[in-house]
């Protein structure tokens, strides 16, 4: 096993370097760039950017990106080439692609994702204050769908055919089929002062006073603010694992050995748990992986906007729409590397639910 471990993580290397490889050489070609959106700004032209703080500070002297003719572009007509030059050295667009590249990748193998373009801190700075909204998503997403999901899913496969199933199927499909982003709004109109209740927060994970509350009042205004963001982002993934689970379930309460096992008198519980259960989880396994890294970093966006809370996939977005290449590649490779990491930790996972799974025997 230490030997499989040791080949995926040298594996990491390869596939993360091709990962930056084409992620900087699309950035070439991507029409625009930061001294382009600097000098829309200078003339008055800017047009449908994302805000972001700290426009026109200190621009970060060590890039990680280029975009091709900053020179040459169109609006700059007018302006003193002395001044355009002297923004590509800032952004270090005056070095070939290559030494960029090779420049980016040593220091992200330190973390050091350098400085902001357009905010006057360090991106890693900006990571860690993003990250705790994430973090809350995220973990709140995953604890209440997977701990809903599995018993439910569990039930609705030993009931299979029953009332119970039906009607719990209509409303998981209804779930399924709602978008979080409207489900959202439609939670909002309803319970957050739109045309009906004024029950919970608008905005923000917690109060203005939070720091004036007493110690047991600080995790009930957390909870209260952090009610209707989880229950729409939970709606979609609560459906499709529900589902998963149950037409796992299904298909290994139909095999043989479930058969044989209970011939021999086994309860129903010893043997949906201690056989059933191990076999069945396993390609819910499979996907927790990607839930967890799409909860923390891709699935929050439209949430984080209706909400208003400010965490990485809004920090991800207005990086993307204002050029902010070193806030871009950072949120790329801290991706990439936490969803590798995690792939390793599933499979490591698979062994730990059955022994009988070994990487190490199929790999040779």
């Known amino acids: 096993m230490l030997a499989y471990i040791a080949r995926r993580i040298l594996l990491m290397i390869p596939t993360l370097f091709g990962i930056m490889l084409v992620a900087f050489a699309i950035v070439q070609f991507a029409p625009g760039g930061p001294v382009e959106r600097i000098i829309a700004q200078l003339q008055g032209n800017e047009a449908g950017s994302s805000r972001v703080s700290g426009g026109g500070g200190d621009f970060?002297?060590?890039?990680?990106?280029?975009?091709?003719?900053?020179?040459?572009?169109?609006?700059?007509?007018?302006?003193?080439?002395?001044?355009?030059?002297?923004?590509?050295?800032?952004?270090?667009?005056?070095?070939?692609?290559?030494?960029?590249?090779?420049?980016?990748?040593?220091?992200?193998?330190?973390?050091?994702?350098?400085?902001?373009?357009?905010?006057?801190?360090?991106?890693?700075?900006?990571?860690?204050?993003?990250?705790?909204?994430?973090?809350?998503?995220?973990?709140?997403?995953?604890?209440?769908?997977?701990?809903?999901?599995?018993?439910?899913?569990?039930?609705?496969?030993?009931?299979?055919?029953?009332?119970?199933?039906?009607?719990?199927?209509?409303?998981?499909?209804?779930?399924?089929?709602?978008?979080?982003?409207?489900?959202?709004?439609?939670?909002?109109?309803?319970?957050?002062?739109?045309?009906?209740?004024q029950i919970f927060p608008l905005r923000g994970l917690t109060s203005d006073n939070f720091s004036d509350l007493s110690w047991w009042q600080k995790p009930l205004d957390y909870l209260w603010h952090i009610v209707l963001p989880i229950t729409s982002m939970a709606l979609g993934a609560f459906a499709t694992t529900t589902l998963l689970v149950k037409n796992s379930f299904l298909d290994e309460i139909r095999k043989q050995y479930v058969l044989t096992a209970r011939m021999k008198g086994l309860s129903q519980r010893r043997v949906l748990y201690g056989h059933v259960f191990r076999n069945a989880m396993l390609i819910v396994i499979a996907g927790f992986p990607g839930a967890m890294v799409h909860a923390f970093f891709a699935g929050a966006l439209l949430i984080e906007t209706i909400f208003s809370l400010d965490g990485l996939g809004l920090l991800s977005y207005e990086s993307i729409v204002n050029r902010d290449y070193p806030v871009v590649f950072a949120n790329l490779y801290i991706f990439s590397l936490v969803s590798l990491v995690v792939g390793l930790i599933s499979d490591l996972t698979y062994t730990w639910v059955d022994p009988r799974i070994d990487f190490e025997t199929r790999e040779s």
């Open 60 to 197: 970060s002297s060590a890039a990680r990106a280029q975009t091709s003719g900053q020179s040459a572009y169109r609006g700059a007509q007018g302006i003193d080439p002395e001044f355009i030059a002297q923004l590509n050295k800032q952004f270090g667009f005056d070095k070939p692609a290559p030494e960029r590249f090779i420049k980016m990748l040593w220091d992200y193998l330190r973390f050091d994702f350098g400085k902001s373009y357009f905010r006057d801190t360090s991106v890693l700075q900006l990571i860690k204050e993003k990250l705790p909204v994430s973090m809350t998503l995220g973990l709140w997403m995953l604890v209440l769908t997977y701990g809903i999901s599995i018993p439910l899913g569990i039930a609705k496969a030993v009931r299979d055919g029953t009332p119970f199933d039906t009607w719990t199927s209509a409303i998981v499909i209804i779930g399924y089929a709602i978008p979080g982003f409207l489900f959202a709004i439609l939670l909002i109109v309803l319970f957050a002062g739109g045309s009906f209740f």
